[in-house]
Nanobody, 123 residues
């Protein structure tokens, strides 16, 4: 059974840090990424994505320079290190995966999704 299990969310003060993890099982994936859904928003917004080997990495402009995506293929796990967190980063963060190589920002291109983990940044 294919599963993506996220962990690491929580409550932090503005300026703090969190590290999210997404453990995949059932198969290995090529591109993996992170999306987030802010309170009151219907859509998931792109955050970051990474190719299998890590040679291609894309970030949303709003997180570039603050967030770092990485992966450990031996553990079939992708990470999102979030530094200098802001209240506007508050959202449910979702791990996503696709079998194609390119780590696109398009939500519809990802077929597999985790359950989401809540990140709340207080002011």
């Amino acid at each position: 059974q294919v599963q993506l299990v996220e962990s690491g969310g929580g409550l932090v003060q503005a300026g703090g840090s969190l590290r999210l993890s997404c453990a995949a099982s059932g198969r290995t994936f090529s591109a993996m990424g992170w999306f987030r859904q802010a309170p009151g928003k219907a859509e998931r917004d792109f955050v970051a994505a990474i190719s299998w080997s890590g040679d291609i990495i894309n970030y949303a402009a709003s997180v570039k320079g603050r967030f770092t995506i990485s992966r450990d293929n031996a553990k079939n796990t992708v990470y999102l290190q979030m530094n200098s967190l802001k209240p506007e980063d508050t959202a449910v963060y979702y791990c996503a995966a696709r079998r194609d190589y390119t780590p696109t920002a398009g939500e519809s291109n990802y077929s597999y999704w985790g359950q989401g983990t809540q990140v709340t940044v207080s002011s």
